[in-house]
């Protein structure tokens, strides 16, 4: 099996983070959202919390292809490359936060992100990958989630108010710069959570890296899945100790999410890769070649309607279709289909805009 076919599902799993990225980031009415397109409170685990770091999971599996072209260039040519990237998408979150805001006081623009997080975790991944190798990344990996939970249990609690994560954020950004929805000033992408993050990056480059070595026989799915097993599970006896939580990012959280990642990714694999049902993929494909420009037409859609006061009447307009909160996902599946049109355009005319 060619690295090209392995590469298809890869794709389809990217495809289908994207696709899910958007539904969750616009159910239209906020007041009525489908349940399952809402996070966890606080501490727990949905399916919409599972899209943000499968999505770090996906941009690990690609690193697991680009990080082999970087051994015959000269350490210069590296960190040029590794910054550009990480400097570009960081920039690119920057200026999603600023659109809400223009016209109004540069105080109130929240400096964290989505982008800006991924931006990091791959540069950061990407550094530690080429410089440390993947035994290197191992022991990172083990510092980063035992060192954020030393931190959490030394310098606050897992509550709200009292996490160390938002003491860090509000002592370097300041509470006007970050996120508000919560009832306070705290953000589930701040800096200290980064560092977890980083290793959904590192879970995704050896799942790539394994698929690629060994191909996608059986038996490597087996391997795959039984990692995956082994994750989910040691993140559910960590738990009681660390609670699973998103906009901590705990260590449990990062287990859980990249175990169940592996399972999905096996899952695909198997379906387009060993039984060679590939007739339905194309739909996540389109979303998998244009990953972060789509991404970004998505939320700068949103702020464009919202600045216009279209949003809110275009989401009202589907209520008759059924509860509000049935209305909710019909707004948000639609939405998501219009990214994927522009997409489809895109991709017909062989135009790929990498980020």
């Not at 970050?178 to 800096?191: C, R, S, T, V, W």
């Not at 509000?324 to 019909?330: D, F, I, K, T």
Request: proline fraction near 5%.
């Amino acid at each position: 099996m060619t690295a090209a076919a392995r590469y298809q599902s890869l794709d389809v799993l990217r495809g289908l983070t994207v696709a899910l990225m958007i539904i969750v980031n616009t159910p239209g009415d906020w007041s009525h959202v489908y349940s399952p397109l809402l996070h966890a409170p606080w501490h727990g685990f949905t399916l919409t919390d599972w899209v943000f770091p499968s999505f770090l999971f996906v941009v690990g599996n690609a690193l697991a292809f680009t990080l082999p072209r970087y051994e015959g260039m000269g350490g210069a040519a590296v960190l040029a490359r590794i910054a550009k990237r990480t400097i570009t998408i960081v920039a690119l979150g920057l200026l999603l936060c600023l659109l809400p805001k223009l016209g109004g006081p540069l105080s109130e623009v929240r400096l964290p992100g989505v982008l800006q997080r991924i931006g990091l975790c791959f540069g950061i991944a990407a550094l530690v990958l080429h410089y440390l190798g993947e035994r290197g990344a191992v022991v990172f990996s083990v510092v980063a989630l035992l060192g954020h939970w030393l931190v959490m249990a030394l310098f606050g609690d897992y509550s709200l108010e009292g996490n160390a994560g938002r003491a860090v954020d509000l002592w370097i950004f300041g509470a006007g710069h970050l996120y508000q929805g919560e009832g306070l000033p705290f953000d589930p992408e701040g800096l200290l959570g980064t560092l977890p993050a980083t290793v959904n990056v590192i879970g995704g480059y050896f799942a790539g890296r394994y698929l690629r070595g060994h191909g996608a026989t059986v038996r490597t799915l087996g391997v795959l899945a039984g990692a995956g097993v082994v994750l989910s599970v040691l993140a559910l006896c960590w738990a009681p100790l660390l609670p699973i939580n998103k906009k901590l990012w705990t260590g449990s959280y990062v287990l859980l999410s990249t175990g169940t990642a592996l399972l999905v990714l096996v899952a695909l694999a198997w379906i387009i890769e060993v039984r060679g049902a590939r007739r339905w993929t194309y739909f996540f494909e389109v979303f998998g070649k244009n990953t972060l420009f789509i991404y970004m037409l998505s939320q700068v859609a949103v702020v464009a309607l919202d600045k216009t006061g279209t949003y809110a009447p275009l989401a009202a307009a589907l209520e008759p279709v059924g509860s509000p909160r049935a209305a909710s996902l019909a707004f948000a599946l639609l939405f998501m289909l219009a990214c994927w049109l522009v997409g489809y355009w895109l991709d017909k005319r062989k135009i790929y805009i990498k980020v």
